[in-house]
């Protein structure tokens, strides 16, 4: 077998390019018996990601033994002293390909629905299990081929044991809450309430909830504030439907304590409504439809211009390349 085939417990990896992945590489990888696509996720220990690594595999473990609905399945892991090496299923697409593919980049309502609802039941396996996972955003939302949603990339994440407020800055600045920024003690699971809302604005309007100055100051890490009639107003220009703007005002509360949690959402009137079967497909791509993801986040193949959305356009201009 060459060299740049290794196998780790049931699965071949070709390694011989990467396909992927920013803390760590990701590879091709294959079942050896039923020739089933995965991919690997190698980490580097010697980059200090090995905390990183374990994060991952102990949510990943811990969700999927309790058969927690919407969460990508850990099929094999192992570790050595030099590296962790995870199997994941091959995923058609992540949440943010799907999204530059519409029109004006965002999801209509009855779309964004159904997504939406698959990602708050997710986030409620992960809540039900004591896990926050503190990264929220379209490119760890990852699609099957039959459109099922799946959430990934714990390695940011923070299964409670017995404090419930933590300290520091993880994930993605912009879409992290405010508390990140005071240097205090925060809710974790409040955190990933904030972040949903984040993520269903831009769902569904395609941009940021935030102003310029607001985005440098989370650069920065400068505190910052959003009121709800700021909010309002930057949804005000989508015409989205009142329930769906008191529901994403129930998320981007400024304090966390009066953010709603996961089971309020659920509840809330706007994923109530009947979802019109007109409207009910997300557009694909029509340059390429056979995009696969990897659990990095980073697609395998993107379309033939390669050109990038204003989505990601936008996040240049507030966080500079390292920030894609």
């Not at 985005?215 to 329930?243: D, H, V």
């Not at 557009?283 to 697609?299: A, L, M, Q, R, Y």
Request: glycine share 6%.
């Amino acid at each position: 077998m060459s060299t740049k085939h290794l196998v780790h417990g049931e699965y071949i990896i070709d390694t011989s390019k990467t396909i992927g992945g920013v803390n760590s590489k990701i590879y091709e990888a294959f079942h050896l018996k039923t020739g089933e696509a995965a991919i690997a996720k190698v980490v580097n220990y010697s980059d200090n990601h090995r905390n990183t690594f374990i994060r991952e595999v102990q949510a990943l473990s811990n969700l999927n033994d309790k058969y927690s609905p919407g969460i990508i399945p850990l099929l094999y892991y192992t570790e050595n002293i030099s590296q962790g090496v995870m199997i994941l299923p091959r995923m058609k697409s992540d949440l943010l390909d799907l999204l530059q593919a519409q029109p004006q980049s965002r999801f209509s309502e009855s779309v964004a629905k159904q997504l939406i609802l698959q990602i708050l039941r997710g986030v409620q396996s992960c809540h039900i299990q004591g896990i926050a996972h503190l990264d929220l955003k379209p490119e760890n939302v990852f699609l099957s081929k039959s459109g099922t949603v799946f959430l990934g990339d714990f390695g940011s994440s923070y299964s409670a044991t017995h404090d419930r407020f933590i300290k520091g800055c993880v994930g993605t600045p912009i879409y992290a809450p405010p508390e990140f920024t005071t240097g205090k003690c925060y809710d974790p699971f409040l955190a990933d309430i904030w972040s949903l809302g984040v993520m269903c604005f831009v769902l569904v309007t395609g941009t940021w909830p935030y102003s310029a100055t607001q985005a440098a100051c989370m650069q920065t890490g400068s505190p910052f504030y959003l009121n709800q009639k700021e909010l309002r107003s930057r949804m005000k220009p989508y015409l989205l439907s009142r329930e769906l703007e008191e529901f994403i005002s129930m998320m981007l509360q400024y304090h966390p304590r009066m953010r709603a949690s996961i089971d309020d959402l659920l509840d809330h009137r706007w994923l109530k409504d009947p979802v019109d079967p007109v409207d009910s497909t997300p557009t694909t791509s029509k340059e390429d439809t056979s995009t696969e993801t990897t659990c990095s986040g980073k697609s395998l193949k993107r379309s033939r211009t390669g050109k990038l959305s204003k989505l990601r356009e936008s996040l240049k201009i507030f966080f500079g390349n390292h920030a894609l």
